[in-house]
Every structure is written in structure tokens, then in C-alpha cells.
């Protein structure tokens, strides 16, 4: 991580000079350094002949070229930096006077004639930069007198100035946060989990792999708009889970996760067959529950049970084609069943090892009730629109969040931050031969 450096006012022309002289210095010094120390002029000039020629025949062999320039990168480098260090500076100022974030003092200057002139004196608020190869963080300092919301209606304005995207801001004792990213983060391969660890790969975020770890933070809800990858995402986590653990699929659009039966999935398409496994899940809680009782066990993995996983694909319309009507006899309706076994699920499952993944297109309330919903304590919105963010983070958290496209997503594990990440194009094709593979290699050990 680099710093960068904060000019509250435009650094002078000494200063850019003072750079320019250290970035050019490995070229300079073999001229210089032999005429200060030398008083003889032509030894002087000679040895700096001689200089000059040995670099010059150094860089005619490709492997020697690469020391010369990394000595010019090493000292050249920093005068870039010192230009990026005033390229940002003074986006900075210009956004936080526009912003209205600066505080104008003005003073009455009587001049050597006796006159007096006002001026207006500008104090910026302090702020520290760094960057990665990714992202720019910048912590500014509020001015005494500034409110929250003054910065908050603001944020956005840096991520525009300097030509990237917002993806976390977060106000507080006075400290305002920003993260900016302006590169790329890279996912291009798929990852395939050789551990038997409790956790699965979601993607890659700025500091490397995003993981999630199931066991401490159960249950996933994957909120993504239509086309934004959902499928594409719920293929990269399919791949990870061990063959010995066990896996069931709810396919509410009957057409992505079918296949998966050849393989010898249990896969539900319709209705009752969504019905028979969400019912399945919350026995196996039970069960489960009631052998750690009579072993005076709390954990499934203490029973010898493997992590259960029952992943929803576009549940709205599963649930959505659940009846409504109200039982005579128990007073509930068949969707009010289900999701009573759900929220269960979504409570008990941790000790029991039984994992919900649900995955919407928008999950509404009548659908989705709040206590469900925070239940799932790995929340991702793949995609970014505004109302998928504030359904899965809530309207503080997620305020004024950029949207991402396509093959990027956001995720917020527990309580944590919320986090940027990509994660690889998987084309179901792929995905099927690796699962027939992985499950032909486990069918012959
Ligand atoms: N990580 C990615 N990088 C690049 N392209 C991607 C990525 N993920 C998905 N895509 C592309 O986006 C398109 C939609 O992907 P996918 O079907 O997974 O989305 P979805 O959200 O499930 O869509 P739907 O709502 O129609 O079910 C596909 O053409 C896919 O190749
Ligand atoms: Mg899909």
C-alpha cells in the first residue's frame, strides 16, 4: 500500500523541480558526480564517457537491461508519484471547495501604504491517502463545525473526480472513510476447493480470495437483478462443496440446475418437489437436534454429520406459487408453513449444520419475511442496484454505493464491512464436466 501525499495548497515549482532532479538522477549522476570530485576536466569528462558507454552497452543485452531499468523505475518512479501526489491533491481541493467542505476565513491585510485588503484564506480538512493496485482510501478529518450529513450528500463527488467507483464510505467520531476503486480486480479462475475446511470461495476482493466462513456466519442470501450473474455465482459455490457433504437444489426456473440430477443430485423443479425438500432440511434439523440432545453434544460435528446444504435458486417463484389459502384445521396457509420451516431452518441450522443459500431476483417482504432474511448472515447483492443494496444492508450501509457490473457483486459477512469482489464467468457446460469429473474421481477412490 502506498502513500499519497496531500498538498492543501498547490505545491511550487521547487518542489516539482526537486522531484524531477531525484527521478532523472541515475542519468545525471555519471556526468556530475566525476566533475565535482574530479578537478582535472578531461579525466572528468572521460570517466564519464566511460560511464555512459558501459550503460549503454549494458542495455544492449536483454537480461543486464532489465537492472538498468529498474534503477530508472526505482528513481523515476518517485517523480511520478510526486505528479499523481498533486494530480489527486488538486482534484481533491477542487471537489471539497466545490462540495462546500472547506472553511473560508477572511482577514483584513493593511498593506506597507496603509491600505487594507481583505483575503480569504482557505483551510482544507486534513486527510490521509493511500493506495493499492485497486482501490484509493482517503480519510478525511471533519473541520470543526461540519455535520455528517454535510459529508454524507457529498461522497459521491470524490469517486467523479477522480474517475472511479465508490464502494464503501463510513462516517465516524469526525473521520470520514472513503474507498475508491479505480483498477480492476482480476477473477479469472474458478476456484476448486481441495481442503475440507468449513468455508467456500466467493470470489476475489482487492485484498485476494473473499471467504466465507459457513460455520461462524450461517445461511447466504444472494440478491441480484436478472442477467447479473446469479446463476453464474451459485455455479462458483456449487463446485466447492465436497462430495461428501450433502447438497440439495430448489430450481424455481427449472432450467439451470436439472442437469445436475444425471449427476446424482437431488434437484427440485417444481412445487412439491420444493415443498419435499425444504421439509426434508428442517426434519434433518430436528434429527439432528435430537441426537446431540441424547449425546449431550452442540455441534453436528460432533455427531459425525457432514454440512447440509440446501440451495434456492429464484425462490420468489417457488414461494410465490405456494398456496395462501388458510388451512381449517391449523389455521395456516401452505406458504406460511413453508416459510414458518424455513425461519427454522435459518435459526436452528447452525449447530446442526444445515445451510440455507437463497438466492432472489428481489427479495420482497411478503416473500421474504425481515426474520428470515436476517438470518442469513452472508448477505451478497450481485450487480449493486439500489434498492437490491438497501434490501440486503440496509438504507445506512449501503447509501450511495456505486453500482458494479457485470461479474462484480458486494458481500457483507456478519457484521463486517461491506466488501467489493468479482467472481469468474463459470459457463454451465464447464461446470458439469468438472462435477462429472470431481464425482468420477471420488466414485474411484
Ligand atoms: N463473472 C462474470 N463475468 C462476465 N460475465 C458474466 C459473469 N457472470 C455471468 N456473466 C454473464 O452474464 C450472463 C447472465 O448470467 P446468469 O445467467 O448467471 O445471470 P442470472 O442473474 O442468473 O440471470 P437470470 O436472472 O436470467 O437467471 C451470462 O451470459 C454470463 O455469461
Ligand atoms: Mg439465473
Same mark, same amino acid.
Given at each position: 500500500?502506498?502513500?499519497?501525499?496531500?498538498?492543501?495548497?498547490? %505545491?511550487?515549482?521547487?518542489?516539482?523541480?526537486?522531484?524531477?532532479?531525484?527521478?532523472?538522477?541515475?542519468?545525471?549522476? %555519471?556526468?556530475?558526480?566525476?566533475?565535482?570530485?574530479?578537478? /582535472?576536466?578531461?579525466t572528468a569528462g572521460a570517466i564519464s564517457f566511460i560511464s555512459y558507454s558501459s550503460i549503454a552497452i549494458i542495455s544492449t543485452f536483454p537480461d543486464s537491461r532489465k537492472a538498468v531499468h529498474s534503477v530508472h523505475q526505482l528513481f523515476w518512479g518517485q517523480f511520478r508519484h510526486h505528479l499523481l501526489s498533486r494530480q489527486v491533491s488538486k482534484r481533491l481541493r477542487e471537489t471539497l471547495l466545490h462540495a462546500g467542505l472547506v472553511k473560508k476565513e477572511h482577514r483584513e491585510i493593511t498593506g506597507s501604504e496603509g491600505r487594507t485588503r481583505r483575503q480569504e484564506i482557505l483551510h482544507y480538512p486534513c486527510a490521509q491517502i493511500h493506495k493499492d493496485k485497486v482501490n484509493i482510501y482517503i480519510?478525511?478529518?471533519?473541520? %470543526?463545525?461540519?455535520?455528517?450529513?454535510e459529508w454524507e450528500r457529498k461522497v459521491n463527488a470524490f469517486a467523479h473526480s477522480l474517475g472511479s467507483s465508490l464502494i464503501s464510505f463510513q462516517i465516524s467520531r469526525g473521520i470520514v472513510e472513503i474507498t475508491l476503486q479505480y483498477g480492476e480486480i482480476k477473477a479469472n479462475s474458478v476456484t476448486y476447493k481441495t481442503d475440507t475446511d468449513h468455508n467456500l470461495a466467493l470470489g476475489y476482493a482487492t485484498g485476494g480470495k473473499l471467504t466465507w466462513d459457513f460455520e461462524?456466519?450461517? +445461511?447466504?442470501?444472494?440478491?441480484? %437483478?436478472?442477467?447479473?450473474?446469479?446463476?453464474?455465482?451459485?455455479?462458483?459455490?456449487?463446485?466447492?462443496?465436497?462430495?461428501?457433504?450433502?447438497?440439495?437444489?430448489?430450481?424455481?426456473?427449472?432450467?439451470?440446475?436439472? +442437469?445436475?440430477? /444425471?449427476?446424482?443430485?437431488d434437484v427440485a423443479t417444481d412445487t412439491s418437489g420444493f415443498i419435499r425438500l425444504v421439509e426434508e432440511a428442517q426434519t434433518e434439523v430436528d434429527q439432528r437436534f435430537k441426537t446431540m440432545e441424547t449425546q449431550r453434544k452442540n455441534h453436528y460435528s460432533q455427531i459425525n454429520e457432514k454440512p447440509y446444504f440446501l440451495v434456492i435458486d429464484e425462490a420468489i417463484y417457488l414461494l410465490e406459487a405456494l398456496s395462501t389459502k388458510k388451512d381449517k384445521e391449523t389455521g395456516q396457509s401452505e406458504r406460511e408453513r413453508i416459510l414458518g420451516l424455513l425461519r427454522d431452518i435459518s435459526l436452528r441450522?447452525?449447530?446442526a449444520g444445515v445451510q440455507l443459500i437463497m438466492i432472489f431476483q428481489r427479495p420482497d417482504s411478503t416473500f421474504m419475511p425481515t426474520v428470515i432474511r436476517d438470518n442469513l448472515t452472508a448477505k451478497i447483492v450481485l450487480g449493486g442496484s439500489e434498492t437490491a443494496l438497501e434490501m440486503a444492508f440496509g438504507r445506512d450501509k449501503?447509501?450511495?454505493?456505486?453500482?458494479?457490473?457485470?461479474? +462484480?457483486?458486494?458481500?457483507?459477512?456478519?457484521?463486517?464491512?461491506?466488501?467489493?469482489?468479482?467472481?469468474?464467468?463459470?459457463?454451465?457446460s464447464k461446470f458439469l464436466d468438472d462435477l462429472e469429473q470431481q464425482r468420477s474421481s471420488v466414485a474411484i477412490q
Amino acid at each position: 500500500m502506498k502513500t499519497i501525499t496531500f498538498y492543501q495548497k498547490k %505545491p511550487g515549482v521547487f518542489r516539482f523541480m526537486g522531484w524531477l532532479s531525484y527521478g532523472i538522477t541515475p542519468w545525471l549522476a %555519471p556526468l556530475i558526480l566525476p566533475l565535482a570530485i574530479i578537478s /582535472d576536466r578531461s579525466t572528468a569528462g572521460a570517466i564519464s564517457f566511460i560511464s555512459y558507454s558501459s550503460i549503454a552497452i549494458i542495455s544492449t543485452f536483454p537480461d543486464s537491461r532489465k537492472a538498468v531499468h529498474s534503477v530508472h523505475q526505482l528513481f523515476w518512479g518517485q517523480f511520478r508519484h510526486h505528479l499523481l501526489s498533486r494530480q489527486v491533491s488538486k482534484r481533491l481541493r477542487e471537489t471539497l471547495l466545490h462540495a462546500g467542505l472547506v472553511k473560508k476565513e477572511h482577514r483584513e491585510i493593511t498593506g506597507s501604504e496603509g491600505r487594507t485588503r481583505r483575503q480569504e484564506i482557505l483551510h482544507y480538512p486534513c486527510a490521509q491517502i493511500h493506495k493499492d493496485k485497486v482501490n484509493i482510501y482517503i480519510q478525511f478529518k471533519m473541520i %470543526p463545525g461540519q455535520t455528517e450529513q454535510e459529508w454524507e450528500r457529498k461522497v459521491n463527488a470524490f469517486a467523479h473526480s477522480l474517475g472511479s467507483s465508490l464502494i464503501s464510505f463510513q462516517i465516524s467520531r469526525g473521520i470520514v472513510e472513503i474507498t475508491l476503486q479505480y483498477g480492476e480486480i482480476k477473477a479469472n479462475s474458478v476456484t476448486y476447493k481441495t481442503d475440507t475446511d468449513h468455508n467456500l470461495a466467493l470470489g476475489y476482493a482487492t485484498g485476494g480470495k473473499l471467504t466465507w466462513d459457513f460455520e461462524h456466519f450461517p +445461511h447466504a442470501l444472494i440478491i441480484g %437483478p436478472t442477467g447479473t450473474g446469479k446463476s453464474t455465482f451459485i455455479r462458483n459455490l456449487l463446485v466447492q462443496l465436497r462430495s461428501e457433504w450433502i447438497v440439495k437444489v430448489a430450481d424455481g426456473k427449472q432450467v439451470e440446475f436439472t +442437469h445436475l440430477q /444425471d449427476l446424482g443430485f437431488d434437484v427440485a423443479t417444481d412445487t412439491s418437489g420444493f415443498i419435499r425438500l425444504v421439509e426434508e432440511a428442517q426434519t434433518e434439523v430436528d434429527q439432528r437436534f435430537k441426537t446431540m440432545e441424547t449425546q449431550r453434544k452442540n455441534h453436528y460435528s460432533q455427531i459425525n454429520e457432514k454440512p447440509y446444504f440446501l440451495v434456492i435458486d429464484e425462490a420468489i417463484y417457488l414461494l410465490e406459487a405456494l398456496s395462501t389459502k388458510k388451512d381449517k384445521e391449523t389455521g395456516q396457509s401452505e406458504r406460511e408453513r413453508i416459510l414458518g420451516l424455513l425461519r427454522d431452518i435459518s435459526l436452528r441450522g447452525r449447530a446442526a449444520g444445515v445451510q440455507l443459500i437463497m438466492i432472489f431476483q428481489r427479495p420482497d417482504s411478503t416473500f421474504m419475511p425481515t426474520v428470515i432474511r436476517d438470518n442469513l448472515t452472508a448477505k451478497i447483492v450481485l450487480g449493486g442496484s439500489e434498492t437490491a443494496l438497501e434490501m440486503a444492508f440496509g438504507r445506512d450501509k449501503s447509501k450511495q454505493l456505486d453500482s458494479v457490473t457485470l461479474g +462484480h457483486g458486494y458481500a457483507c459477512i456478519g457484521d463486517g464491512r461491506i466488501e467489493l469482489f468479482r467472481f469468474p464467468d463459470y459457463a454451465q457446460s464447464k461446470f458439469l464436466d468438472d462435477l462429472e469429473q470431481q464425482r468420477s474421481s471420488v466414485a474411484i477412490q
